[in-house]
């Protein structure tokens, strides 16, 4: 469950774990830097400037483009979720708690974001968004229902050693100064896969986002590189890939592949 008291809006360092079951063992972790976003108010940030910017190049930086909708930086990321729940049928809301993976000195690659309501007393989740590594996002409604394994079927191609068939089960732990999110998928009835995004909180300021800059100029400055390496071992452990099918569900969006980010446009 979600405790009421939700991640504060600031900067996270912890890791992703993946584990897969079959048809061969296969397990791998990463250290990653994420934040969690007040929208539509990035006040918190305000002492993390002019290493964190918005819409903005910078060492670390948010832009409103890179969630949900494409669309320009013009467009906020909170009006983006607003059109994305009317298109659902669903309520809008006039605030959001957002946790996503910044892009780091202009590149990025964020695979996973939630969504969650900061205007209801609970902080009820609202979405699951997935980046795929050949550029197309797609967006996974959740139930508003705070206490409770979210159960959604899988329709989105990620990864090419899993087909697009089973379903996501999707758990929250209770924010004690840490962010623990769990994505786990089943298929037939049987776990395929474990994920968990977890990571420790610090308030923004300029030292916390100037240490997660230098951590990721020292590792690298995304998961892409890592997240290709575990594909190639495991091809070398017998796995096939899977030919990428022609996205057919609403939900999907087509996005720009990742890319070296290009000053000029943000002009």
Not at 74 to 86: F, I, K, Q
Not at 169 to 180: K, L, N, Q, T, W
Request: proline share 7%.
């Amino acid at each position: 469950m979600i405790n009421t008291a939700m991640p504060p809006a600031g900067f996270y360092r912890g890791e992703v774990i993946h584990a897969r079951t079959r048809p061969t063992r296969h397990e791998f972790r990463y250290n990653v830097d994420f934040i969690v976003l007040d929208l539509p108010d990035l006040s918190a940030f305000a002492a993390a400037k002019p290493v964190f910017g918005r819409n903005r190049f910078a060492p670390i930086s948010f832009h409103d483009r890179d969630q949900l909708v494409p669309s320009p930086d013009s467009v906020t990321a909170l009006d983006r979720l607003n059109h994305v729940l009317v298109q659902a049928g669903r309520p809008t809301v006039t605030s959001a708690r957002l946790v996503t993976f910044p892009r780091f000195f202009g590149f990025g690659f964020s695979p996973v974001s939630f969504w969650f309501d900061a205007s209801s007393q609970s902080c009820a989740p609202l979405l699951l968004e997935v980046n795929n590594t050949f550029g197309e996002r797609h967006i996974y409604h959740l139930s508003a229902e705070v206490s409770r394994c979210h159960v959604i079927d899988k329709t989105f191609f990620v990864s090419p050693f899993n087909a697009t068939r089973g379903s996501y089960h999707v758990r929250f732990a209770p924010f004690d100064g840490r962010f623990s999110a769990r994505v786990d998928l089943e298929v037939e009835d049987r776990p395929l896969l474990f994920t968990t995004l977890r990571g420790q909180f610090s308030h923004a300021s300029r030292w916390s986002a100037t240490t997660a800059a230098a951590r990721c100029l020292a590792s690298g400055t995304t998961a892409l590189p890592f997240i290709w390496l575990q594909g190639l071992k495991l091809r070398k452990k017998g796995l096939k890939p899977l030919m990428r099918p022609n996205s057919v569900s609403t939900d999907t969006l087509v996005s720009e592949p990742p890319r070296t980010y290009k000053r000029h446009q943000d002009h």
